[in-house]
C-alpha cells in the first residue's frame, strides 16, 4: 500500500517519526478522518442491539411509507423496500414518458419547496419515480406519513388527481 500511495508532495505527508502509524499515507483518501472508527467505537461501547435498533427502526418507517402508498388513492409503491429506502409513483401513471417524467418532477420540486417534506426521485424502468431515504432513527412511522400526504397535497395542486 504504501508503494502505491507513495508521494512526494509536501503538503501531503510530514517526514518525521510519529509514535503511532500515519494511515494517510495507506489510504486514497490521505488525511481525511477515519470515520469508519466513530462507528466502530459505537458498536464496541453499546453493543450490536443499538445498531440493530437503528436500522430496524428506519426500516420499519420505510415499510410504513409503502404500506401508506399500498392504500392511497393517489401514490403507488414500486416495490416493498428491503432497507430504509421506498420508490413510488403517482397512481394511475400517465400514458407519456415525457408527462410522467414531468409531473413526477414537478411535484418532488413542490414537495421540497414546501419546507414541510423533502423527497428526491430516481428513474426506475426508463420512468421517473419519487424516492423517499429513512435515515434519521427518530424518524416515526407517523412523520413518513405526513411525507406521504404531503405528496399527496402536490400531486392534487398539481396534476388535479
Known amino acids: 500500500l504504501r508503494k502505491a500511495f507513495e508521494q512526494n508532495a509536501p503538503y501531503l505527508f510530514s517526514g518525521g517519526k510519529r509514535e503511532f502509524p500515519d494511515i494517510g499515507q495507506f489510504t486514497i483518501a490521505c488525511s481525511q478522518r477515519i470515520d469508519a472508527?466513530?462507528?466502530?467505537?459505537?458498536?464496541?461501547?453499546?453493543?450490536?442491539?443499538?445498531?440493530?435498533?437503528?436500522?430496524?427502526?428506519?426500516?420499519e418507517v420505510a415499510h410504513a411509507?409503502?404500506?401508506?402508498?399500498?392504500?392511497?388513492?393517489?401514490?403507488?409503491?414500486?416495490?416493498?423496500?428491503?432497507?430504509?429506502?421506498?420508490?413510488?409513483?403517482?397512481?394511475?401513471?400517465p400514458r407519456s414518458s415525457a408527462a410522467s417524467d414531468r409531473l413526477?418532477?414537478?411535484?418532488?420540486?413542490?414537495?421540497?419547496?414546501?419546507?414541510?417534506?423533502?423527497?428526491?426521485?430516481?428513474?426506475?424502468?426508463g420512468r421517473r419515480v419519487f424516492r423517499s431515504v429513512v435515515m434519521n432513527p427518530r424518524t416515526t412511522a407517523n412523520d413518513i406519513v405526513q411525507v406521504m400526504k404531503e405528496v399527496e397535497r402536490a400531486a392534487r395542486r398539481i396534476s388535479g388527481r
Request: proline share 4%.
Open 37 to 59: 472508527l466513530k462507528t466502530w467505537l459505537t458498536w464496541k461501547a453499546y453493543s450490536s442491539a443499538l445498531w440493530d435498533g437503528l436500522t430496524t427502526g428506519v426500516c
Open 65 to 93: 411509507a409503502f404500506e401508506y402508498c399500498a392504500r392511497s388513492r393517489v401514490l403507488e409503491p414500486v416495490h416493498e423496500p428491503q432497507l430504509n429506502i421506498l420508490c413510488f409513483r403517482l397512481r394511475p401513471r
Open 104 to 125: 413526477h418532477w414537478q411535484i418532488k420540486e413542490a414537495v421540497n419547496a414546501s419546507g414541510r417534506a423533502y423527497i428526491s426521485s430516481t428513474v426506475l424502468e
